[in-house]
């Protein structure tokens, strides 16, 4: 793979990423880009790492080597040198993302409206007015807004995991990190997260890493998807030359394996 370089269109960058635990290599040297405004699907056999790699991007993990830039500042350590990164330094990097995860970890006891508010109230610094107009303008983007009242218990599971992404959303990140989000769902409920993928990609200039075992979501959702096995990336490209005409082997024989049962 060609080692990935910064410029002001990539805020996310990932050079010779290591992380062992114990005498397990889990990331070996893997490195990734991730474009201005772009959607990349990250897809891999269990075990191949990319879990690994989406909590060391969530800063949960500290990597063993190798560097991560965020909008051209190291992650890790501290801007200018190398000395390891503060908690506050940490915590700026931290602002940056919205994370998703499977399990929608809404506050039962509060309306969407409160739940899309509280953070940008507690942690930005917002007005109540300020945060609850943001929040209205994002559940009419993702065609909620006649949710802004509802208890989470009132939600299928699709429009649960719609109030997860917007609550993201309303921290205003830069990067938006997705973790199997589909995976509790129904089938018949992915196609609302799809959509509501499509409109933040239309929307706005958000770049989005997803994580996912779904092969048709990853092929619908994405600009690019990255391959990864063992640790490292073994192919990347666009969904349809990517699926369609894989260059490795390895990327052959994994998609036969799940295609075939998927």
Not at 70 to 75: A, H, K, N
Not at 186 to 193: K, M, Q, R
Not at 213 to 242: S, T
Request: aromatic fraction near 4%; proline fraction near 5%; charge should be negative.
């Amino acid at each position: 793979m060609t080692e990935p370089t910064n410029d002001h269109s990539t805020p996310l960058l990932v050079r010779d990423l290591q992380k062992n635990f114990g005498d397990l290599r889990v990331l070996r040297g893997l490195s990734m880009r991730a474009n201005r405004g772009e959607t990349v699907a990250i897809i891999g056999p269990s075990g191949s790492g990319k879990s690994t790699l989406l909590r060391v991007l969530m800063m949960l993990e500290k990597p063993d080597g190798g560097r991560v830039e965020i909008d051209g500042q190291s992650v890790w350590t501290m801007p200018g040198d190398d000395r390891p990164a503060t908690e506050a330094h940490l915590r700026s990097m931290r602002g940056k993302l919205g994370i998703v995860f499977q399990h929608f970890n809404l506050f039962p006891h509060m309306t969407v409206l409160r739940n899309l508010t509280e953070a940008p109230v507690r942690v930005r610094g917002l007005s109540r007015n300020d945060a609850e107009a943001l929040a209205r303008k994002l559940l009419a983007m993702v065609g909620l807004e006649d949710k802004a009242d509802a208890y989470p218990a009132q939600l299928s599971g699709g429009q649960k995991q719609r109030v997860a992404i917007t609550r993201a959303l309303a921290m205003e990140p830069e990067i938006m990190l997705f973790d199997e989000v589909t995976s509790a769902l129904d089938p018949e409920l992915i196609g609302e997260v799809l959509q509501t993928l499509r409109r933040i990609a239309t929307d706005t200039d958000v770049t989005m890493l997803i994580v996912t075992h779904q092969m048709n979501f990853a092929r619908a959702a994405a600009d690019r998807v990255v391959f990864i096995d063992e640790g490292v990336v073994i192919e990347e490209g666009a969904p349809k030359e990517l699926f369609g005409h894989p260059k490795q082997e390895r990327t052959q024989r994994f998609l036969e394996s799940v295609l075939e049962f998927g």
